[in-house]
T-cell receptor
Framework: NAGVTQTPKFRILKIGQSMTLQCTQD?????MYWYRQDPGMGLKLIYYSVGAGITDKGEVPNGYNVSRSTTEDFPLRLELAAPSQTSVYFC??????????????FGPGTRLTVT | AQRVTQPEKLLSVFKGAPVELKCNYS??????LFWYVQYSRQRLQLLLR??SRESIKGFTADLNKGETSFHLKKPFAQEEDSAMYYCALRYGGATNKLIFGTGTLLAVQP
């Protein structure tokens, strides 16, 4: 199992450009998450999904969009990149049932710079 | 609102010394807390959760509801313990969302 994979590893964007950060998991997890981590800060939740076709906002959703058309994939879209979106982005997944939730597994991260 | 505080950005100790990484939380519900670790060039991974009450790699953490703390302890630090440690609080019920502290870099000197 590859676990959670993210592409690209690094990206530099100009202000106003758009891009999609890809996230795929092969563990058949129903829940998926996107976090951002700014220097010296903790991870902050951007969006999450509890299953295919279902997404919801986290703490810091402004400037981002997500979709979840399959169990495996959870892409994050930046429409009009701004310098404030310079950050490291982490995708995570977990398995959850009505009776129990399990740990989140993280991807390796994407380092994004907007100039 | 829920919050997780890790007051130390950096903790430097010598090999064999005891370690305590501090974590305090604020949450109106019944808390569920975790410690995640990120070793150099590796991804973030779960170290331990308070519900399981286990010791992982010699680390333990006890939830103290009176002091709203979940400090991570190890009696004798090893060089391979050097890493970034994050305390996290689960909230949002079945959505399994996490809020993270800002992290503490543990540096174990030889």
């Amino acid at each position: 199992n590859a676990g959670v994979t993210q592409t690209p590893k690094f990206r530099i964007l100009k202000i106003g450009q758009s891009m999609t950060l890809q996230c795929t998991q092969d563990m058949n997890h129903n829940y998926m998450y996107w976090y951002r981590q700014d220097p010296g800060m903790g991870l902050k939740l951007i969006y999450y999904s509890v299953g295919a076709g279902i997404t919801d906002k986290g703490e810091v959703p402004n400037g981002y969009n997500v979709s979840r058309s399959t169990t495996e994939d959870f892409p994050l879209r930046l429409e009009l990149a701004a310098p404030s979106q310079t950050s490291v982005y982490f995708c995570a997944s977990s398995y959850s049932t009505p009776l129990a939730t399990y740990e989140q597994y993280f991807g390796p991260g994407t380092r994004l710079t907007v100039t | 609102a829920q919050r997780v505080t890790q007051p130390e950005k950096l903790l430097s100790v010598f090999k064999g010394a005891p370690v305590e990484l501090k974590c305090n939380y604020s949450y109106s519900g019944s808390p569920e807390l975790f410690w995640y670790v990120q070793y150099s060039r590796q991804r973030l991974q779960l170290l331990l959760r308070h519900i399981s009450r286990e010791s992982i790699k010699g680390f333990t953490a006890d939830l103290n509801k009176g002091e709203t703390s979940f400090h991570l302890k190890k009696p004798f630090a090893q060089e391979e313990d050097s890493a970034m440690y994050y305390c996290a609080l689960r909230y949002g019920g079945a959505t399994n969302k996490l809020i993270f502290g800002t992290g503490t870099l543990l540096a174990v000197q030889p």
